[in-house]
């Protein structure tokens, strides 16, 4: 497996064509689960990206964050001043609410 940097960041990126991680399947899916490293397996017809399920998790965690209007921003405002609380348990169960209502979606987890 050869590493190689991705065009839109500084980290490296596991990469491996189909047929060698064909052949070692299950040492680079114990390698992805145990040090978090994605693996992007290339194709004739298309790259795809293999990732833990605990950083699948998270991507999911971050995009209905990021959906809800206004919440990012008190979470950036809550980190930046001190004695701010907000009661993100309450808030995020309201939103989730309102979702489900509008047909937007639902908590992803």
Known sequence: ??????????????????????????KYLEQTVRYNEPINIITKSGNVVLI?????????????IDSIPGLK????????????EIDW????????RL???SGKGSNPN
């Open 1 to 26: 497996m050869r590493k190689t940097k991705e065009k839109k960041g500084n980290k490296n990126m596991n990469m491996i064509n189909a047929s060698n991680f064909r052949k070692d399947l299950f």
């Open 52 to 64: 833990n399920e605990e950083e699948y998790r998270g991507i999911l965690e971050t995009l209905y």
């Open 73 to 84: 921003a008190e979470i950036l405002a809550g980190t930046k001043e001190e004695g701010v």
């Open 89 to 96: 348990r309450r808030r995020l169960k309201n939103e989730t």
């Open 99 to 101: 979702h489900k209502k």
